[in-house]
């Protein structure tokens, strides 16, 4: 649960601008609401790779993996769990 809470603090800080945990539901879409632009995606997967010292590759950014933060969490689960 952690590491969703620190995922989830990096988007409300970062792109919400937000310290309210209730401003963003774990299943609240991050690119078609309009959270996350494409730009945002490259730095959210910079601040990924920094965290959790983890590798993502071309093949992996792909929407399924950052649609939410559920999604975002389960995509660094298998990626520590690799």
Do not use: C, W
């Amino acid at each position: 649960m952690q590491q969703r809470q620190e995922i989830k603090r990096y988007i409300l800080q970062n792109f919400l601008f937000a310290d309210d945990d209730s401003s963003l539901g774990d299943q609240d879409a991050l690119i078609a609401g309009g959270i996350i632009d494409s730009t945002g995606i490259i730095e959210l997967i910079d601040f990924l790779e920094e965290r959790f010292h983890i590798a993502v590759t071309p093949e992996e950014m792909v929407p399924a993996n950052f649609h939410t933060v559920e999604s975002v969490d389960g995509f660094v689960s298998r990626k520590l769990a690799s």
